[in-house]
């Protein structure tokens, strides 16, 4: 129903590697929000797609969302150590009933 | 200055003990919210409040009571705490009520129950 599948769950990589997380939804997505959590820390917003096929860059992370507005994706080229962390999709609902719902997160490490 | 802070950031209790955590937010932000994070980083939200209304209870044992004293503040007390308790609860807050609301986090208040 309303969840989102997030995959992989783990990825290691050497540090200069990239790195892909996805997001898949079997109904339509209003948004997608992503979030990053450092070991230890809390959930930190990062970005927000809204519209069919979009694609923003932060940097070295390109977050993209599907033309059916079914997935999204995350990368990240060339990873550092600073990307060290887990990587939550999420997805809103509006209304009276408004929240986010959390994918199951991807734990990215990197090794120096 | 803090956005959302939480006390206490670790909290160490007996079974069946009562504990209570604390949640201020200082974004003039109209709903916040309670999350819990088990070992495996699953975050699930629990309740939800907007202008210190309950709007979103996600089928949460009874032992869990939250109250809001007034929007910028969602405390929450735990009653009769069991083993499976033991996890981090995040406090957040977002303007509102729209979908495309982005929420801010709290550090988290690490429970274990013993």
């Known amino acids: 129903g309303q969840q989102v599948m997030q995959i992989p769950q783990y990825q290691h990589v050497q540090e200069g590697e990239d790195f892909t997380t996805y997001c898949n939804s079997s109904?339509?997505?209003?948004?997608i929000q992503w979030y990053k959590q450092r070991p230890g820390g809390h959930p930190v917003f990062l970005i927000q797609l809204v519209k069919s096929g979009e694609v923003k860059k932060q940097k070295r992370l390109t977050f993209q969302f599907g033309e059916a507005k079914k997935n999204s994706s995350l990368h990240i080229t060339a990873t550092q150590t600073t990307d060290v962390g887990t990587y939550f999709c999420?997805?809103?609902?509006?209304?009276?009933?408004?929240?986010?719902?959390f994918g199951k997160g991807t734990l990215l490490t990197v090794n120096p | 200055d803090t956005a959302v802070s939480q006390t206490p950031k670790y909290l160490v209790t007996q079974m069946g003990n009562d504990k209570s955590i604390k949640c201020e937010q200082n974004?003039?932000?109209?709903?916040m919210y309670w999350y819990k994070q088990d070992s495996k980083k699953f975050l699930k939200i629990m309740f939800s409040y907007n202008n210190k209304e309950l709007i979103i209870n996600e089928t949460v044992p009874n032992r869990f009571s939250p109250k809001s004293p007034d929007k910028a503040h969602l405390n929450l007390h735990i009653n009769s705490l069991e083993l499976g308790d033991s996890a981090v609860y995040f406090c957040?807050?977002?303007?509102?009520?729209?979908?495309?609301?982005?929420?801010?986090f709290g550090p988290g208040t690490r429970l274990t129950v013993l």
């Open positions: 957040a807050s977002s303007q509102g009520t729209v979908a495309t609301d982005t929420q801010y």
């Open positions: 999420a997805r809103g609902s509006g209304g009276s009933n408004y929240k986010l719902t």
């Open positions: 974004l003039g932000h109209d709903t």
């Open positions: 109904t339509t997505l209003s948004n």
